[in-house]
C-alpha cells in the first residue's frame, strides 16, 4: 500500500507532457497543471492557429492565458524531490524512447528487464515473475532486454527461427528447412552459436593481446617522449650556456681591442701634440727672431746696424717639417683588416661545425627509416638546388648558368688562389652539405664522375680523383658503359645508356642510389655504408674540350 501510494503521489506531481517531475508548475483555468516551459513550447506551436488549449482536457483558450508559478504545488513537488519518493523502485521504472517497454503492461509501459527467446516477448519485474514460479517456463531462454526479438521471426512462415544453414549462412526455421533449403548443411543455432563462440573467444584473445602489446607500446613511447623532452631540455639549456660563454669571450676581445686601439690613440696623440707644441714654441722663436732681425734692418745708422749685427745670436736647431713623416688614412685599419679575417675565420668554423650540430640533430630519431621512393615523382619529393662552389672548381673549369653547369674549357679560366680548389683533376663541388634525404639529376656530355663526397678530401694527386679515396663515391661512364668508384675499386654496372643520372641520398640511413634516368628511372647501384660528415655533391669531367655536367634544375 505505501508503495502503490508513492507512486500515486509520483503520477500526481508529474508534467502529463515530459511525464516528468513538475518544474515550475503552472495550473490553467480548466485545472490541470504543467512545466511553464513544456506548456509554453505546446502553446507556441499553436500560435499560428490563433488558438491555444489543455493538452489533458483541449479546452481552448483565447486569448493566450498569462500563467503564475503555483506556489503551493511547488513546494508540494520539491518536498517529493527531497524525500526521494519520486524515486520510483526499479520493477516500477516507466520506459522511455530508448528503453525496452514491457509487452505485457497496460496503459503506461514500464521497463523491461528481461526478454525471453522463446515468448520472443519483453518483460517487467512483475510480469517476468511466472518465468521464475512456473515450471512451463523453466525452459525458457532469458536474456538481456532486446529490441530486435522479432528478428528471430522467419518473414515467410512466422516461425521462430531455430536452425542455422551453413550452406547459405543465415538463420531459418523447421519449414524453410524442409523447402528451399532441404539438402544444405543445417545444424541448430546452438550448435553454429557455440562454434563461433569459440572462434570468437580465439578473436577477443587475439584481440587482447594486441591491446596488451599496443598499451606496452604506448607506455615505451610515453617514456620515450618523457626522454626526449629531457635531453631536448637539457641540451638546449646546455646549448645556451655554451653559446653565451662564446658570445662572453667575444665581447671581452671586442673590449681589450677597444682598450688597446684606445690607450694607442693615447700614446700617439701624445707623442703628436708634445711634437705640435715643440713647433708651435718654435714658429714664436722664429717669429720674435724675425721680428728682431726687421727691426735691424730698418736700421738707418751703419754704425749701430754692424754694432748690432755682430751682437745677433746664433739661430737654434730647430725640427725641419721633412723629417715627419704622414701616413693619411692608415693608422688602425690594419687592425680593421685583421678583425675582418678573424670574423671570416669564425664564419668559416662556424659553418662547418653548423653542419656537424645540424647533422647531428638530424639523426635523433626514434622511429625508422622511410622506405626509399619507388617512382620518380616520389624522388622529386625530396629534390634539392645544387649550385657549384667557384672556390673548388679546377681552373678548367668554366662554370655557367647560375654556377649549376661546368664545362672544360682549353684555357686557364684564372681564378683566385683557394686551399679547396681541386688543382689536378677537372673536379668541382657544390657549395651546398647534403644530409637527410635529397635527390638531384645530372645531365651529362661526355665522360663525367657523378659523384658525392666529404668536404675534407684530398684537392691533389691521384687520390683527389673521386672514387679513388675511401672520402667519396662516384658512378663513370665511359665507353657506354658503367663503373662505381669507391676507395679506388671499380665494379662494373649494366644498364640503360642515359644523358641523364639521378642520385637519391638518405644520409641518415647510409643509401647512396644511382639511377639512369630517361622515360623511367633504372637502379644502377645502390651503396648501404655509414655516412659519418655531411656531404657534397660533385663531377669529375674528362680533358676534352666541351665536355660539360649540367645539375638539373628540377
Same mark, same amino acid.
Given at each position: 500500500m505505501e508503495q502503490n501510494a508513492a507512486v500515486i503521489d509520483k503520477e500526481t506531481f508529474c508534467c502529463s507532457i515530459c511525464l516528468d517531475l513538475l518544474k515550475d508548475p503552472v495550473t490553467t483555468s480548466c485545472g490541470h497543471s504543467y512545466c511553464c516551459d513544456c506548456i509554453k513550447i505546446h502553446w507556441n506551436e499553436e500560435d499560428r492557429r490563433g488558438m491555444h488549449s489543455c493538452p489533458q482536457c483541449r479546452k481552448t483558450f483565447k486569448p493566450r492565458p498569462v500563467l503564475a508559478k503555483n506556489t503551493i504545488l511547488a513546494a508540494l513537488v520539491e518536498q517529493l524531490r527531497t524525500t526521494r519518493l519520486q524515486a520510483a523502485p526499479a520493477d516500477l521504472c516507466y520506459a522511455g524512447p530508448e528503453d525496452v517497454a514491457c509487452d505485457s503492461c497496460s496503459g503506461r509501459k514500464l521497463k523491461a528487464i528481461k526478454s525471453c527467446l522463446v515468448c520472443l516477448a519483453s518483460y517487467c519485474k512483475k510480469h517476468l515473475q511466472p518465468h521464475y514460479d512456473s515450471a512451463a517456463f523453466k525452459k525458457h531462454k532469458l536474456v538481456e532486454p532486446s529490441k530486435n526479438l522479432q528478428e528471430n521471426i522467419c518473414s515467410r512462415h512466422d516461425e521462430v527461427m531455430k536452425i542455422f544453414c551453413r550452406t547459405d549462412q543465415k538463420c531459418i526455421c523447421s519449414l524453410c528447412l524442409m523447402d528451399e533449403h532441404r539438402g544444405h548443411n543445417t545444424v541448430s543455432t546452438a550448435a553454429e552459436r557455440a562454434v563461433r563462440q569459440r572462434n570468437l573467444k580465439v578473436k577477443r584473445e587475439r584481440i587482447q593481446q594486441g591491446i596488451q602489446d599496443r598499451e606496452k607500446d604506448v607506455k615505451l613511447l610515453q617514456q620515450e617522449l618523457e626522454a626526449i623532452k629531457h635531453s631536448a631540455d637539457k641540451t638546449v639549456e646546455d646549448s645556451e650556456k655554451i653559446f653565451t660563454q662564446l658570445i662572453r669571450l667575444i665581447q671581452k676581445r671586442s673590449s681589450d681591442v677597444k682598450q688597446q686601439i684606445r690607450s694607442k690613440q693615447e700614446t700617439e696623440g701624445s707623442r703628436v701634440k708634445k711634437l705640435q707644441e715643440k713647433l708651435e714654441q718654435e714658429i714664436t722663436e722664429l717669429k720674435r727672431k724675425d721680428a728682431e732681425l726687421k727691426q735691424l734692418s730698418d736700421t738707418e745708422d751703419h754704425n749701430q746696424f754692424l754694432h748690432n749685427y755682430t751682437s745677433l745670436s746664433a739661430l737654434s736647431e730647430s725640427t725641419h717639417s721633412s723629417s715627419i713623416k704622414i701616413r693619411p688614412l692608415s693608422y688602425f685599419e690594419d687592425v680593421t683588416a685583421a678583425v675582418s679575417e678573424l670574423r671570416d675565420k669564425l664564419q668559416d668554423i662556424l659553418r662547418d661545425a653548423w653542419t656537424n650540430i645540424s647533422l647531428t640533430i638530424t639523426e635523433v630519431n626514434v622511429l625508422l627509416s622511410e622506405p626509399e621512393p619507388k617512382s620518380r615523382a616520389g624522388f622529386l619529393k625530396y629534390s634539392c638546388e645544387i649550385t657549384l662552389d667557384p672556390n673548388t672548381?679546377?681552373?678548367?673549369?668554366?662554370?655557367?648558368?647560375?654556377?649549376?653547369?661546368?664545362?672544360?674549357?682549353?684555357?686557364?679560366?684564372?681564378? %683566385?688562389?683557394?686551399?679547396?680548389?681541386? %688543382?689536378?683533376?677537372?673536379?668541382?663541388?657544390?657549395?651546398? %652539405?647534403?644530409?637527410?634525404?635529397?635527390?638531384?639529376?645530372?645531365?651529362?656530355?661526355?665522360?663525367?664522375?657523378?659523384?658525392?663526397?666529404?668536404?675534407? %678530401?684530398?684537392?691533389?694527386?691521384d687520390e683527389s680523383i673521386f672514387g679513388c679515396n675511401e672520402k667519396s663515391w662516384a658512378l663513370d661512364f665511359y665507353q657506354n658503359k658503367y663503373v662505381f668508384w669507391h676507395n679506388n675499386i671499380s665494379t662494373s654496372i649494366s644498364g640503360p645508356v642515359s644523358s641523364r643520372v639521378g642520385v637519391y641520398l638518405d644520409h641518415r640511413a647510409g643509401i647512396l642510389s644511382f639511377y639512369s634516368v630517361s622515360e623511367t628511372m633504372t637502379l644502377l647501384h645502390r651503396v648501404q655504408t655509414t655516412f659519418t660528415q655531411p656531404l657534397h655533391a660533385g663531377v669529375c669531367i674528362g680533358f676534352n674540350t666541351g665536355d660539360s655536367a649540367l645539375f638539373c634544375k628540377l
Open positions: 672548381a679546377n681552373n678548367y673549369l668554366l662554370l655557367s648558368e647560375g654556377k649549376k653547369k661546368a664545362t672544360v674549357m682549353d684555357q686557364n679560366q684564372t681564378y %683566385s688562389s683557394h686551399p679547396d680548389r681541386f %688543382s689536378e683533376y677537372a673536379q668541382v663541388l657544390s657549395r651546398e %652539405s647534403l644530409t637527410g634525404r635529397c635527390y638531384w639529376e645530372v645531365e651529362r656530355r661526355g665522360r663525367v664522375y657523378v659523384a658525392v663526397t666529404y668536404n675534407n %678530401s684530398s684537392r691533389a694527386g
